[in-house]
């Protein structure tokens, strides 16, 4: 490698080494250097590391406070990575017989960090974790969760256990309590955030947001208090623009990682070849035998299914000629017609449900815009990638919200018949129900 | 705030309506010393622009310019409102607020009823009307009347059935005077029973009031006042005075009329002024009537005078509350203590506080018999303006069986003189009087006087309620 | 967060002004043992809570001032305006010429509905001012007809229009005698409509306040203006800012929330009770000192056996040895106070070494709820009105089942005899309803007994 290419190599690695402190792991790029040689020493470092980013990878994506327990010892560490990265699907077996004691490997760890820089973009995803906040975000959830009622069933085995009803209805109220104050603070939330846009009108010089963000707010008023954010943000920046700039050496240096790790493996295999041959032509005979008796079912069955359907398809044709026979024109034409409505009113419903934003979930941005008609907010998510408006998301929300509150309505009047035919058994008696918490 | 209108009907009715207007204006000059026409004198009196338009519009707020009261004065002679028209409450009152005849009913409930009645009912409705009209909210009428002659007790509930009609959503209090027994009036059984239907049928409140009463407790002040005994008694705290009120020279009647204009300033006084506890005329009728036709309240006002000294111990205080009770300051002649309480409800003014309330609650409660289904049965109001020349006072209301024997010794007069059908002819000259009319109102004072029996029955009696609901 | 304070009738008004005059003469007494920043957020959270305001600085209350006859409102405007701490929303009043006559169907059929646009409006003007609206806090009296009547109808509307708020009710629960004689009619119906309509029901008893008057602040003449300041001294003890856990680092901005949360979430069990201590004169307060001991030593005592203030206590009542011994019978002698849950609130000095493991004890509680669940803790080492510590305990307990049951009874005898009915009938709450209210009234009594 020329000599430039050398002093290239050391500055992305610095680069790398920077954004990776971002998430508080100290690394050197000599440490990269050392693992290509497969040293030893390197080893505890990039265990840390992959540690350190999947957590907080999972900690971003998931909401979940997964704190970094830095008196976690280093075997948990390691298999927790394991687990994660074979739940990425990583596929590299010799990664997975890394021994728990974090005393080899430190290749075959490069190799792994460099897969999961492609597969699952830490570098991007810190940087957006580690940027300040904009404050304006909301979170949405339009996520379909459909009452499932099959679950009661469930609640049934709860019957054996001893459950006074009333600390069930205590739990309820505590949760509606609960539920009450998170629409509060929500509304409080909306309500500040509208003070704000409304008076930093125009003040932005991105059209199409037009206002100030809650940080950009604060930062004209307290610009101190940012300078020491806003100069580590633009570190964080200037190394990921020098990395992307620089990437294409890191990866022409991981090839050269991996001819060396071909080299290796060649004379590892050839001093575990009899007992590795041995092993694998075991496990893919057995796996060919497998895969050839799942093969002879499979054709099986699908002949039973073709059959099976010949014979029902059969069988329905001569009902229907049956009861074509029997029903005169002017029947089958309302029934058809009958049928078309429904179908379109089906598709429609599915076409709702999919216009429908799906699957939102997570912050979102809120933006006053103050055209379109009446204080109407259009929400976007991730650098105003996708759009949509808050009144109609509202609205949606709204319908789905009676529909579900029908629905319980109409559970609690069915329970109240079934009370009340109960009590109709009891004379001189009135029967009072619950009360509504 | 409310206000209130006084419908005085005649003679007796008059007379104590002037001395109410006396003593309210003084009781006013003595809490209002800037001359500001404010809420309290607004709920009696109007502040008139005499200067202005004819009509002399309503002067609102602002410096009293000429105060006038909301009345109505009725009488079917021509003497005592003329006399109150020369006298120094003649700026009260205006000419078209008088409604007055020349020849009088003869004693004669018929003659003021019907006769008058009708003859008049035009006149009174638009009478009441303007004068209605004038309040920005009329909560209640004070009827003033006597029950023994013809005007005060034929034309005064003839006026009370004529509010009903006009004005239902107005309360209707009246006071009335019921004769003594030895009345000069020789068919004032027959009056009285017949007005007694009207009032229980029509009136929200009586306060019914004997003149023998009055006529003790005249003595009894007299007397202790002249003995000296006690040391000085405190000029115009008798209630009975007129000290410092318009008209210094006292007429024969005027003791005794003090008494009852008093009792209506005491009554109205918690509306008037402001409290640590309120108490509203409407709140009087709910709390006093638990049964619609028992509405017959006793009265009786303490102190009756103030000594000079001006230190009140705990004592003289506590001494209030147990007179109010005592047989002799009741208004009429009866006694609480030995019948049975239904209600009772006792309006403090002056400087007295809840606990001073309290105490003696649970001081008198154990002498007083109340019906098993109330025994608590009080309602207390406190004001913090007391009645001129007094620190404190107290004016208790109860609805008691008490009453019951004024009731039948009436019935019993009535009943001798209708046995002997004495006099009836005068009755039954009138149009639209007959016969029915004395038995319907004999049965009315007597199915009365069976409830107030009932009630008394239960007296000491252990009652049983049906249990209470159970919850499985 | 923010508190809409509605005050109805002759009594919520005087209480309401004595319950801002205390909140603000609190905020400005010597903060004690807190630091100048602590005192200063302690400050801004209570500003917040219950006052906006104005540019020039003045605070001004988020309240709404209700009465049917015009004296007690403009008397309480008056008096505020000239305090010079703080003041009224002038516009924020409602008041008119003739009140409900102590008549609860009055002030709930007729003058209710006719109001309600006004009121509801001017409501709404207050909830507008608060970024976040935590709640309302109605203060009204049972017995009357205004506070009673008219508070439990707009109480009703309230929860229309802001269905998803919170609403305590703080309710006077009359003397025993000698206020109001259909004070039990009145009582009944505004209690069994509030459950319907009311987060929860906070209660002060004024027989109680008064003995508190008489025997711990020694006062010999006692006026409605001291029973009411007690009153106000112990709602302020709840409501003024405080940590509402251990780990927490800010004052909780939401105590009416909290409170609920962990006092009342069972439809069934809404009724809640004020124990406080210490309670004295000035003049003794100068001469005692407390230790936290001592102090939560006779609460625990207070609140087993049932005591309404630290003297007189009955030492011999002892939590059952078993939880689920057998139910006490309601018209037998209550001799233990069984608890749903408690919330106890510890102000003033040292108030990290206090220990309240005796709350703790599972005999205190319902059987169906753990002591974990059943007792919660607030304090704050920031004094408050005065007294160097204090402890106040809100209580979601048996102890209001007496005076219940006697309002109750009380009111079903006069009811068979059919006594006042009339009054009543006349605008709209017929036999009917009475007897719906005392089916109510009856399960709520049998869900406490069956604690």
């Known amino acids: 490698m020329k000599r430039g290419g050398s002093s290239q190599l050391k500055e992305v690695l610095c680069a790398l080494c920077r954004l990776v402190s971002a998430c508080g792991v100290g690394l050197n790029p000599e440490t990269f250097r050392r693992a290509k040689f497969d040293r030893p020493e390197t080893v505890a470092e990039f265990w840390n590391l992959l540690y350190c980013l999947l957590t907080k990878i999972y900690q971003v994506r998931y909401g979940a406070s997964v704190t970094i327990d830095e008196t976690e010892n280093l075997g948990n560490r390691i298999s927790y990575v394991k687990t994660v990265l074979r739940h990425q699907g990583y596929g590299r077996s010799a990664f997975y017989q890394l021994p728990l004691d974090g005393s080899q490997g430190s290749r075959e760890l490069l190799l ?67 539920w009450r104050t998170l629409h509060a603070v929500h509304q409080e939330k909306c309500c500040l955030l509208h003070k704000i846009h409304l008076y930093t009108q125009g003040c932005h010089v991105d059209q199409s947001v037009s206002h100030l963000s809650v940080l950009e707010t604060d930062l004209v008023r307290h610009p101190d208090n940012y300078t020491k954010v806003l100069e580590s943000e633009n570190t964080n920046l200037e190394a990921y623009v020098q990395w992307k700039h620089l990437e294409p050496v890191y990866w022409q240096w991981m090839v050269s990682v991996l001819e060396s790790t071909y080299e290796n493996e060649q004379v590892l295999s050839m001093q575990d070849q009899d007992h590795k041959r041995y092993e694998t032509s075991q496990w893919s005979n057995n796996l060919k035998h497998d895969i050839d008796k ?144 | 705030m409310t206000q209130s209108i006084v419908v005085q009907v005649g003679q007796c009715g008059n007379q104590i309506g002037c001395r109410f207007w006396d003593l309210a204006l003084r009781e006013h000059a003595s809490v209002n010393k800037k001359g500001i026409f404010d809420e309290a004198l607004c709920s009696f009196f109007r502040n008139v622009d ?248 006793t009265s009786s006002l303490t102190p009756l005078y103030t000594l000079a000294d001006v230190n009140v111990p705990t004592r003289r205080l506590d001494q209030m509350f147990s007179d109010a009770f005592s047989k002799d300051h009741q208004l009429i002649r009866a006694d609480p203590k030995h019948s049975l309480y239904l209600a009772c409800a006792l309006m403090v003014r002056g400087n007295v506080q809840i606990s001073d309330l309290r105490r003696n609650i649970e001081r008198l409660k154990p002498f007083l018999q109340f019906v098993s289904w109330n025994q608590e049965g009080w309602k207390t109001g406190l004001c913090s303006v007391p009645p001129v020349g007094h620190s404190h006072s107290l004016l208790a209301l109860a609805n008691n069986t008490c009453v019951k024997p004024t009731f039948i010794e009436l019935r019993d007069r009535f009943s001798k003189l209708y046995r002997k059908k004495a006099h009836l002819h005068h009755y039954m000259q009138v149009d639209g009087m007959e016969q029915h009319c004395f038995t319907e109102a004999i049965s009315s004072l007597s199915s009365l006087i069976e409830e107030y029996s009932q009630l008394d029955a239960s007296k000491g009696i252990h009652v049983s309620y049906p249990p209470r609901l159970n919850i499985i | 967060m923010s508190v809409v304070t509605v005050q109805l009738g002759q009594c919520g008004n005087q209480v309401g002004y004595e319950f801002f005059d205390i909140l603000c003469s609190d905020l400005h007494s010597k903060p004690g043992h807190s630091t100048k920043r602590e005192n200063d957020y302690y400050q801004t959270v209570c500003k917040e809570q219950f006052f906006h305001e104005e540019e020039c600085g003045d605070l001004v209350t988020r309240a709404v001032l209700v009465d049917m006859e015009p004296k007690v409102v403009s008397k309480t405007l008056s008096m505020a305006g000239r305090s010079g701490k703080w003041k009224y929303d002038i516009s924020s009043q409602f008041s008119q010429k003739q009140g409900c006559g102590n008549n609860w169907a009055n002030g709930y059929c007729v003058h209710g509905p006719k109001h309600q646009d006004i009121v509801m409006d001017l409501v709404r003007k207050q909830v507008e001012k608060c970024d976040r609206l935590g709640g309302f ?217 206090a220990s309240l493991e005796g709350f703790r004890d599972p005999p205190l509680y319902t059987p169906w709820l753990s002591p974990d669940d059943a007792f919660t803790l607030w304090k704050t080492p920031r004094a408050f009105n005065k ?14 089942l007496k005076p219940l049951d006697n309002i109750v009874g009380k009111a079903w005898n006069m009811f068979a005899s059919k006594a006042y009915v009339h009054q009543y009938t006349k605008f709209g709450i017929d036999e009917e309803e009475f007897l719906e209210t005392f089916t109510t009234l009856e399960q709520i009594i049998a869900s406490y007994t069956n604690l």
């Open chain 1, 112 to 178: 792994s960090f460099s897969w999961l820089l492609l597969q699952m973009k830490p570098l991007e995803r810190i940087l957006q974790m580690n940027r300040a906040a904009v404050g304006d975000e909301i979170s949405v959830c339009t996520c379909s969760c459909k009452l499932d009622l099959k679950e009661n069933q469930d609640s049934k085995s709860l019957v054996g256990r001893e459950v006074d009803v009333r600390y069930l209805q205590w739990l309820n109220g505590k949760l509606r309590f609960c």
């Open chain 1, 294 to 437: 799942l093969n002879g079912d499979l054709e099986g069955i699908s002949r039973n299914l073709q059959e099976l359907l010949q014979r029902r398809q059969s069988s329905w044709n001569e009902q229907i000629k049956e009861i074509e026979k029997n029903v005169t024109e002017k029947e089958q034409r309302l029934m058809f017609k009958k049928i078309k409505q429904e179908v379109q009113k089906n598709t429609e419903d599915v076409k709702s449900q999919n216009a429908q934003a799906r699957d939102m979930h997570g912050p979102f941005r809120l933006v006053f815009r103050e055209g379109s008609g009446t204080q109407n907010a259009s929400v976007n998510k991730n650098f105003y990638t996708r759009a949509f408006y808050a009144t109609e998301l509202s609205k949606e929300l709204q319908k789905a919200c009676t529909e579900l509150e029908a629905e319980f309505q109409r559970l609690q009047d069915e329970c109240r018949c079934k009370l009340e035919k109960i009590s109709e058994e009891f004379e001189g008696v009135i029967c009072i129900p619950p009360a509504k918490g």
């Open chain 2, 50 to 297: 005499t200067r202005a338009e004819a009509g002399g519009a309503d002067a609102q707020r602002g410096k009293i310019c000429s105060l006038k009261a909301r009345a109505v004065l009725i009488d079917m002679e021509e003497g005592v409102v003329n006399e109150i028209l020369q006298g120094p409450l003649r700026d009260l009152f205006d000419s078209k607020q008088l409604i007055t005849d020349v020849s009088g009913s003869g004693n004669n409930w018929a003659v003021g009823h019907k006769l008058y009645g009708g003859q008049y009912r035009e006149h009174i409705v638009e009478n009441l009307r303007r004068t209605a009209e004038q309040c920005d909210c009329l909560q209640c009428f004070f009827v003033i009347h006597s029950m023994g002659g013809g005007t005060g007790s034929g034309l005064g509930t003839f006026v009370l059935n004529v509010l009903e009609e006009e004005f239902p959503e107005v309360y209707r209090f009246v006071t009335s005077v019921y004769p003594s027994a030895e009345d000069d009036v020789i068919t004032s059984p027959y009056n009285s029973v017949l007005a007694m239907k009207e009032l229980t049928e029509h009136a929200d409140c009586v306060l019914p009031i004997e003149n023998q009463a009055l006529v003790d407790i005249v003595n009894k002040i007299n007397q202790m006042a002249n003995t000296g005994k006690l040391g000085n008694v405190k000029s115009n705290s008798l209630l009975t005075s007129n000290k410092g009120g318009i008209k210094e020279n006292e007429k024969p009647f005027d003791a005794m009329n003090n008494i009852v204009a008093n009792l209506l300033l005491n009554l109205t006084s918690s509306a008037r002024f402001e409290g640590s506890l309120n108490m509203d005329l409407n709140e009087i009728s709910m709390n006093l009537v638990p049964f619609p036709q028992l509405h017959y309240l």
């Open chain 3, 137 to 353: 806090f109605t203060i009204m009296s049972m017995a009357g007809g205004t506070g009673s009547g008219m508070g439990t109808f707009l109480t009703r509307c309230l929860r229309d229009a802001y269905p998803d708020s919170l609403l305590l009710n703080q309710v006077i629960w009359p003397y025993g005698t000698g206020e109001v004689i259909v004070q039990n009619y009145n009582s009944i119906l505004t209690l069994s409509h509030l459950y319907r309509s009311s987060d929860a029901l906070l209660v002060h008893e004024n027989d109680i306040i008064h003995k508190v008057c008489s025997q711990l602040m020694n006062i010999k003449q006692i006026s409605f203006r001291d029973v009411n300041k007690v009153i106000a001294h112990q709602l302020g003890s709840i409501f003024q800012p405080v940590y509402t856990s251990e780990e927490a680092l800010h004052y909780c901005r939401n105590p009416l929330g909290e409170l609920m949360e962990c006092l009342v979430p069972h439809p069934e069990y809404k009724m809640l009770g004020l124990r406080n201590i210490p309670q004295m004169s000035e003049h003794s307060l100068a001469y005692s000192t407390f230790n936290w001991n001592g102090l939560l030593k006779h609460l625990r005592q207070m609140l087993i056996a049932n005591a309404k203030m630290e003297e007189g206590i009955n030492w011999h009542v002892r939590p059952p040895s078993q939880p689920t011994a057998e139910k006490t019978s309601l018209r037998k002698e209550l001799q233990f106070n069984t608890s749903v849950a408690n919330l106890a609130i510890l102000r003033g000095k040292d108030v990290q070494t």
């Open chain 3, 387 to 400: 007294y160097e510590k204090s402890a106040t305990l809100v209580s979601n307990s048996q102890f209001l």
